[in-house]
Antibody
């Protein structure tokens, strides 16, 4: 059974950084791409970026370029998303998701709430 | 970057009615790599349709997808109570990926 289990909720101050993890099981991490998606209150789903765990290659959405880093650790079957210079508008639920390379997002994590306060 | 525009923003219908949701792309989606997701509060998004018109595993056939190029449609033939949710289209044919802003399907 494919499972993506994310780390717990975080509360951060404006200007800080947050790093969220996504532990996968039921498939081989290097066979898939790992994605991160933002769901902010009152806003829809926003694709942030992906990592290819085979070589660490990343693609980021322009909106998050320069503030986000997505990585994967194949030794622990875990993907990570770090978002820096947090703003109040980064308060959101962040989902990890997986796809076959360059394919649709198929399996999703349960989401991690990040609250950014001043 | 491809921008997806969904319409309407909100659709108010009754159970048993037919729902038609639109997704328009700012440029042609390569290989018709267009998917639809259903999203309910507190849950992970659920893949419904991929490749414009192929059903994901376990999806009932009252859901159907159509379209090509820049114009795509999700149709729900006869609404069930559990179908009221927010629906998103996703294009994955061009990098970076992008979602539409969503259509909220609410009970009338």
């Amino acid at each position: 059974e494919v499972q993506l289990v994310q780390s717990g909720a975080e509360v951060k101050k404006v200007g800080a950084s947050v790093k969220i993890s996504c532990k996968v099981s039921g498939f081989t991490l290097t066979d898939n791409h790992m994605h991160w998606v933002q769901q902010a209150p009152g806003r829809g789903l926003e694709w942030m970026g992906l990592v290819d765990p085979r070589d660490g290659e990343t693609i980021y959405a322009e909106k998050f370029q320069g503030r986000v880093t997505i990585t994967a650790d194949t030794s622990t079957d875990t993907a990570y998303m770090e978002l820096r210079s947090l703003r109040s508008e980064d308060t959101a639920v962040y989902h990890c998701a997986t796809s076959r390379p360059y394919d649709m997002l198929t399996y999703w994590g349960q989401g991690t709430l990040v609250t950014v306060s001043s | 970057e491809i921008v997806l525009t969904q319409s309407p923003g909100t659709l108010s219908l009754s159970p048993g009615e037919r729902a038609t949701l639109s997704c328009r792309a700012s440029q042609s989606v390569d290989s018709n790599y267009l998917a639809w997701y259903q999203h309910k509060p507190g849950q992970a998004p659920r893949l419904l349709i991929y490749g414009v018109s192929s059903w994901a595993a376990g999806i009932p056939d009252r859901f159907s997808g159509s379209g090509s190029g820049t114009d795509f449609t999700l149709t729900i033939s006869s609404l069930e109570p559990e179908d009221f949710a927010v629906y998103y289209c996703l294009q994955y044919g061009n990098s970076p990926y992008s979602f539409g802003q969503g259509t909220k399907l609410e009970i009338k």
